[in-house]
């Protein structure tokens, strides 16, 4: 399986982007999928999860109420809307797939990149103010 990461780009502080990460197999349709993010000089930070079952979301607390995380089964895709972004979240933001289809899981869980076996390349999001 591979994941492709696309829908980064160049916009201003406000504005919104939607990110797409598309599964070359059907079977990752019994996975959970990650966003994480990294910036220049930083380590790599979660951002957002959903199990396969698209029941059982998390956020990290930087982006509640601003990214909407979302997944179709059918197309592969899960998604990640970005409203309301900031420079802050200037970062090469990367989708990444769970190791097993674990359904349920914690916070703690879905947050920590060990537990994410295969990861997309990655796309970049710069936000300008």
């Known amino acids: 399986v591979q994941l492709q990461a696309s829908g980064g780009g160049l916009v201003q502080a406000g504005d919104s982007l939607r990110l797409s990460c598309t599964a070359s197999?059907?079977?990752?349709?019994?996975?959970?999928v990650g966003w994480f993010r990294q910036a220049l000089g930083r380590g790599r930070e979660f951002v957002a999860s959903i199990n396969w079952k698209g029941d059982r979301i998390y956020y990290a607390d930087f982006v509640k109420g601003r990214f909407t995380i979302s997944r179709d089964n059918v197309k592969n895709t899960v998604s990640l809307q970005m409203n309301n972004l900031k420079p802050e979240d200037t970062a090469v933001y990367y989708c990444?797939?769970?190791?097993?289809?674990?359904?349920?899981?914690?916070?703690?869980?879905?947050?920590?990149?060990?537990?994410?076996?295969?990861w997309g390349q990655g796309t970049q999001v710069t936000v300008s103010s």
């Open positions: 990444a797939l769970g190791r097993t289809s674990y359904v349920a899981g914690s916070y703690a869980y879905w947050s920590d990149s060990n537990n994410y076996a295969i």
């Open positions: 197999a059907r079977s990752s349709g019994n996975y959970g």
